[in-house]
Nanobody, 124 residues
């Protein structure tokens, strides 16, 4: 069993930045981690993912150039640096982990383990 704990959400003004963190523990036989988000009354959306080996980074079209995913192999943490935040980035952000194949690196199918989510609100 994999446990994922997110932190770092909060309220930020448009144009501001936030950094989300996610720490994995337990049975960490995983090869990739990802961030997804879900806004009220919308479907869960892929944000970013990376392979633990460092072989691939993936981003959703709506966040490319503004968000950056990274990892700390020593601590087992993955981060999501969010810059130039906009009101439409408001959502609950979820950390996910798994052993996806390349074609599932951007889909929920590839990530069976999920955190509880952290709220990000972008508003003036």
């Amino acid at each position: 069993q994999v446990q994922l704990v997110e932190s770092g959400g909060g309220l930020v003004q448009p144009g501001g930045s936030l950094r989300l963190s996610c720490v994995a523990s337990g049975d960490t036989y995983i090869s990739a981690m990802a961030w997804f988000r879900q806004a009220p009354e919308k479907e869960r959306e892929f944000v970013a993912s990376l392979r633990w080996s460092g072989g691939g980074l993936y981003y959703g079209n709506s966040v490319k150039g503004r968000f950056s995913i990274s990892r700390d192999r020593a601590t087992g943490a993955v981060y999501l640096q969010m810059n130039s935040l906009m009101p439409e980035d408001t959502a609950v952000y979820y950390c996910a982990a798994g052993r996806p194949i390349t074609s599932t690196m951007t889909t929920m199918t590839g990530f069976p383990h999920w955190g509880q989510g952290t709220q990000v609100t972008v508003s003036s």
